[in-house]
């Protein structure tokens, strides 16, 4: 690993507070399979890891953890989103991930209000009607501050960290590099596709750094929820709101985690589940966006059962395809199908490079048969998502990062529902919606769009077509064409075709040596060795050898 370039004195000073917390986290080995201490020694600096005895006695999944939250911002997100990812970590690694919060202690009005006077164009004092300098809550990435506008509505000011985007750049930089690293240091990884990964995190952190696009993912569910009629999302206020700011209406209701509040205030808890699981259910499956952490912390609950979300920062996005291939999923678990839902995680997993295709599907099978008679009021819909996730993570295969989204987003709405109504189950009110997306999309008026869509594809590719043979057939008179082949297993068809000749051939020098020697015996004089011809004994020696050889090569080649 090399660390250069404009940003090279800081990523180095990074670099060594990165090692340095691993270090005292009881992580040194990490530090030097990944060559960060060698690294560090050619620079001039060294490694100072006192106190590690006591952290050393912890758990690997508890050191990795709090060695993330010392960490900062980047790495609390980054296992934030492994905590999600069943298919790629164990339980145990799982649940102490999932501990990690983002909750830091907030910055100090001073250290704020230079950057907030610029954003607001004046001070904040003036911009709006009252402000609050104590903040509502802080995180790892923004703080919120309460406000009032002139015309009198409540809202709330969130504004990003001064210089948290430096350090984001700084740590992205880094895992960007550091991900061939543990690539080729554990080869087990390769399966999981690391530097995809990583890509993948950059791409979401970086949105989550722009309070702007929080505002407009907002909308655009606000949008898509409106039909339901019990959802309410904070209005946005444009005039004052930009990437390293926002403000959006102050939400007035029962915060999501205050079950004692719900009660208190009279609220129905069935109905608020059922509600939140309608409103999650049509995001994925009908919209195909949607809030990608919906944990008690972005719920509200309102007078009259309604709900409230916020906190549009991580959103998910699935395409057409992606939802036609969750509703047959869904609907398999649901209906206890084995065939139906190994079909769609076999598709989802891709290559499955040197898994056993069999035997993962016999597995698959045998984990959604063993419901097969269970009442669909029994089934926890998030927790067989986990466990079939698990299956693949057992056979070296990874889901696409969108999915993983999905997933985390299922098992935490189930949990928030089944904390309000310990009788909720996710497979309940999800199949009603399933079928009735499943008749929609098979309707006349769907397969008629559908059709449409198909038939302009074919003509805009009929149009396209003599323009591209006329370029295909300029390149070719001008010697330019050229045809790549890439043959599955060609280089192991090529190895047995090898040892078959080479078997071939020594069969037929066997053959030769003893109808050579046989002659050789039939004819006096010359040297003898054991009473008999020295050339044709030895004859039959080469050739007993040559026979014992290929039968020892055909032997192994059946057992593989």
Aim: contains cysteine; glycine residues 8%; aromatic residues 6%.
């Amino acid at each position: 690993m090399t660390v250069d370039g404009p940003h090279a004195l800081m990523d180095l000073a990074r670099l060594q507070e990165i090692a340095a917390v691993l270090m005292r986290h009881g992580l040194g080995e990490l530090v030097r399979r990944l060559g960060l201490a060698d690294l560090l020694a050619q620079a001039g600096h060294r490694l100072h890891h006192d106190h590690v005895a006591d952290l050393a006695r912890l758990a690997p999944p508890e050191q990795l953890r709090r060695a993330l939250e010392e960490l900062g911002p980047t790495f609390v997100k980054l296992g934030q989103l492994l905590a999600g990812r069943a298919d790629l970590l164990g339980p145990d690694w799982i649940a102490e991930l999932s501990r990690l919060h983002s909750q830091v202690p907030a910055l100090p009005w001073a250290a704020v209000l230079p950057q907030l006077r610029e954003d607001l164009g004046g001070e904040p004092d003036v911009v709006f009607a009252h402000f609050e300098p104590e903040p509502l809550a802080a995180a790892s990435i923004a703080q919120v501050h309460r406000a009032r506008l002139h015309d009198g509505t409540e809202v709330v000011v969130k504004l990003r960290r001064p210089g948290i985007d430096t350090v984001i750049a700084a740590d992205l930089r880094l895992l960007a590099r550091l991900a061939p690293l543990a690539a080729r240091q554990w080869p087990a990884l390769a399966p999981y596709r690391p530097e995809a990964l990583v890509r993948e995190f950059g791409r979401s952190l970086r949105r989550e750094l722009d309070l702007a696009a929080e505002c407009h993912n907002a909308e655009r569910v606000a949008q898509n929820l409106a039909p339901l009629g019990f959802v309410d999302i904070p209005a946005v206020h444009w005039a004052h709101t930009g990437p390293r700011l926002n403000v959006q209406d102050f939400v007035q209701g029962v915060p999501g985690e205050d079950l004692a509040a719900v009660d208190a205030a009279g609220l129905d808890r069935r109905l608020l589940a059922q509600r939140g699981a309608q409103a999650v259910l049509k995001m994925i499956v009908e919209d195909g966006f949607f809030h990608a952490d919906p944990h008690p912390g972005n719920v509200f609950y309102r007078p009259g059962n309604r709900l409230a979300f916020i906190d549009f920062g991580m959103v998910g996005r699935l395409s057409p395809r992606r939802r036609e291939e969750l509703l047959a999923l869904l609907l398999g678990l649901v209906q206890r199908d084995p065939a139906a839902v190994a079909e769609v995680l076999l598709d989802w997993a891709g290559d499955t490079g040197q898994a056993n295709l069999a035997q993962l599907e016999a597995e698959i099978e045998a984990f959604v048969d063993q419901y097969h008679g269970t009442p669909l009021a029994q089934l926890n819909l998030g927790q067989m998502l986990a466990e079939v996730t698990a299956v693949l993570r057992e056979h070296g295969l990874a889901l696409p990062a969108d999915l993983a989204l999905l997933i985390k987003a299922f098992v935490s709405l189930e949990s928030m529902g089944r904390g309000l109504d310990p009788d909720f189950h996710m497979a309940q009110q999800a199949l009603p919606l399933l079928r009735r997306t499943l008749r929609a999309r098979y309707r006349p008026q769907a397969l008629v769009a559908r059709g449409w869509q198909s038939l302009q594809r074919l003509l805009g590719t009929a149009e396209k077509l003599p323009h591209d043979v006329s370029r295909l057939l300029r390149r070719a008179r001008h010697g330019q064409f050229r045809i790549g082949l890439d043959l599955a297993h060609l280089q192991h068809v090529g190895d047995q075709l090898d040892r078959a000749a080479s078997r071939l051939a020594l069969a037929i020098v066997t053959a030769a040596l003893i109808i050579g020697s046989s002659i050789v015996m039939t004819v006096g004089g010359g040297p003898s060795l054991f009473g008999l011809p020295a050339f044709g004994f030895l004859g039959f020696v080469g050739a007993v050898g040559g026979a014992l050889w290929l039968i020892r090569s055909i032997r192994q080649d059946r057992d593989r």
